[in-house]
């Protein structure tokens, strides 16, 4: 089973920060892209940062130059660095990883954490 944890949301005035941590455990062999999504009361899921297990990155443009995505492999936990956010930011924040649960998988399977709050208002 596996299991992914997300933590450090929370309310912040704009301009502000929060660092988002999620940890994946359980029986994982290897764990390829993982990933950042949000969505806001009434909208869709959108992707906000993805990083593949190189350290390739890729951001929704809404969020480059503001928000920075990172992984320790050796924690299987991925990171986002959200800095100067916007009242648009506020949403639920969601990880995801692809992963392999044993050697013999053939592709990988998505799995998601709980979701966690981040709002941003004064």
């Known amino acids: 089973q596996v299991q992914l944890v997300e933590s450090g949301g929370g309310l912040v005035q704009p301009g502000g920060s929060l660092r988002l941590s999620c940890a994946a455990s359980g029986s994982i062999f290897s764990i390829d892209a993982m990933g950042w999504y949000r969505q806001a009361p009434g909208k869709q899921r959108d992707l906000v940062a993805a990083?593949?297990?190189?350290?390739?990155?890729n951001y929704a443009d809404s969020v480059k130059g503001r928000f920075t995505i990172s992984r320790d492999n050796a924690k299987m936990t991925v990171y986002l660095q959200m800095n100067s956010l916007k009242p648009e930011d506020t949403a639920v924040y969601y990880c995801?990883?692809?992963?392999?649960?044993?050697?013999?998988?053939?592709?990988?399977?998505?799995?998601w954490g709980q979701g966690t709050q981040v709002s941003v208002s004064s």
């Open positions: 990083i593949t297990s190189g350290g390739s990155t």
């Open positions: 995801n990883a692809d992963i392999k649960t044993a050697l013999w998988d053939r592709a990988t399977t998505r799995y």
